[in-house]
Nanobody, 115 residues
Framework: QVQLVESGGGLVQAGGSLRLSCAASGLTFSRYGMGWFRQAPGQERELVARISIGGSTNYADSVKGRFTISRNSAKSTVSLQMNSLKPEDMGVYYC?????????WGQGTQVTVSS
């Protein structure tokens, strides 16, 4: 059974930092591209950052220079370091893993940024 379990969300003041982690199990982690999406209330889920099996990264324009995605194949984890957080970064952050037609999602972790 594949599981992606996020942690690290919470409440932070604008300008602060949070680090999200996602622990993957039940899959061959090294075969999966990994990433983070977020969804704000009333809005569609949007891609925040992704990292390929080779370590190539892509970021949404809104988070470039502030967020950093990384993966640790030895621990089967993917992390998202979020700095200089803004109120518009608030939402539920979801970890995902993808290879070919297989897609898996975590349950989400809430990030709240107070202004």
């Amino acid at each position: 059974q594949v599981q992606l379990v996020e942690s690290g969300g919470g409440l932070v003041q604008a300008g602060g930092s949070l680090r999200l982690s996602c622990a993957a199990s039940g899959l061959t982690f090294s075969r999966y591209g990994m990433g983070w999406f977020r969804q704000a209330p009333g809005q569609e889920r949007e891609l925040v950052a992704r990292i390929s099996i080779g370590g190539s990264t892509n970021y949404a324009d809104s988070v470039k220079g502030r967020f950093t995605i990384s993966r640790n194949s030895a621990k089967s984890t993917v992390s998202l370091q979020m700095n200089s957080l803004k109120p518009e970064d608030m939402g539920v952050y979801y970890c995902y893993g993808k290879v070919l037609s297989d897609n898996y999602w975590g349950q989400g972790t809430q990030v709240t940024v107070s202004s």
